[in-house]
């Protein structure tokens, strides 16, 4: 019901936060970029700046160069040498081709003299611990970068970076999420708000599958809710308030859970769980809800893992804990749409023609969904293969997060809101599930009606109905309980049973296979 392959990078965004606008630099990564609004984009009560914060140096004397530029800017600054080369640090050659003084030694080379430049380049030296009294003010929307510099390389330190837009914590180019998660929360509110006025309308005729769905639409809808509070929350508190953090697992746990669901319900919907038969074998179905589990878990460690992970770590291991979530991904994939086949194929054999075209429906929904990656995951790939150019930066960050992450939020959506159209109850969808249509060739029989199924439900009593219902093998019970239902359900039926109508388009249930 989701794109297996972006499944990954929904839940690695969703727990390392809101990419936050605090990023560190240090002796391994030396410059850091992040994308800037000026005041008059989205208002706010501050204006955006940029400033430096040096958290440790583990030599004396204390000395850190910093430049704070616009990306576009990268070719303004640094002078050129009469070798042809270009040079952005002052050092010794530099000082004897007369570019620089004694002075700055060690420190970036700004050239003053070049007009073209569209933002200020701002470049200084920290030499203490703790904030700058150096602040970059941001006047024109763009993508910023802070680059470091020390002259002894084996030096360790620590630098915290903080691009400050003026709406508050939140970077730059995740402050989009705000309002589209919004608008999301409110169109799953709408359309959950559909499939519960059709399920209060046909409430005595509601199968079991669609009382998951029923409650999977409320979960969904508070679960867009609550990511909507963590980007907002994000962007009050910023990343690193401890609330946040503990915020953002406990999401990216619900992302999970989500997630594995959404495979575990398109699964047994494939198995034919509540329209091909009233329900599934018992252990079919606990194999299946084991699996699920299994899921979940290495999800949720994967999420913990990579929370735990620091950025930028080449350590291995945590990469080996994607490899579960991975392979329990795929054969929940593949079990779908062998489950499909095989379903398909029963009812295309049994001239089930209604349920058939709901299969057949199922089906296309899972292979336009597949064509959707495919081509999203090409689009994404030219995209950021062209970003190796100063004017593909400036142009795509503002919609970076939607070609990395949030399309395939969009995708999920309409994917399982056709699924649910699909199964939504409606006045024939109980008996539906409840009957088996007859041979529809010329040769045997007329073509099957949803009219003789509402015929047939207008005949059949309230208690059939519950019988029906307590059938359901997502509710736990034993198999004692099963016998005494089935004894009940052959006991109750009347003298009127539809079933015994020479004239009724229904094979006896007594007489037919289990299959329906």
Known sequence: MQLPLKYLTALSLLVTGALANRETIDQDYK???????DKSAFGGSINPFITTNLKKYESEPVQVAVVIFEYQDIDTFGVG????????????????EGVCETDKLGQFIVND??????????AYTLNKLGLSEETYLVKNTGYYCVATYTSTRSTKFKVVANFRNSFGQIAASEFPKLPLYAVLAIAY???????????WKHRHEVLPLQKYFMAFYLFLTLECVMIWGLYDLTNRKGSGDAGVKVYTVFVSILNGIKF??????????SLGYGIVYPKLDRKLMLKCRIFAGVHLCCAILYIITN?????GDENGLYGLFAIPVIITTAIFYIATLKSLSTTTALLHAQKQNVKLQMYQKLFRII???MLVLIFGVIVSSFIFIGMSTTEMIEQHWKSRFFFLDFWPTLVYFFIFNLIAFIWRPTDTSYMLAASSQLPTDPENAADFELDDLQSLQDTQNDAEYQNVGDNDSLNLGSDEDDDLRDDNTRTSTSDQDPFRDPTNPFDDPKNSKKTT
């Open 367 to 369: 292979f336009v969904s």
């Open 81 to 96: 040498l009469s070798d042809g080369n270009r040079k952005y640090i002052c050092d010794e050659v530099a000082v004897s």
């Open 260 to 269: 594995t669901f959404s495979f575990f319900l398109l699964l047994v919907i």
């Open 189 to 199: 509110a709408v359309c959950f708000a559909y499939y519960a006025f059709n399920f």
């Open 307 to 311: 929370y735990l992970a620091n950025p």
């Open 113 to 122: 003299d070049i007009k073209g430049n569209k933002s200020q380049v701002l």
């Open 31 to 37: 410059q850091t970029c992040s994308g800037m609004y």
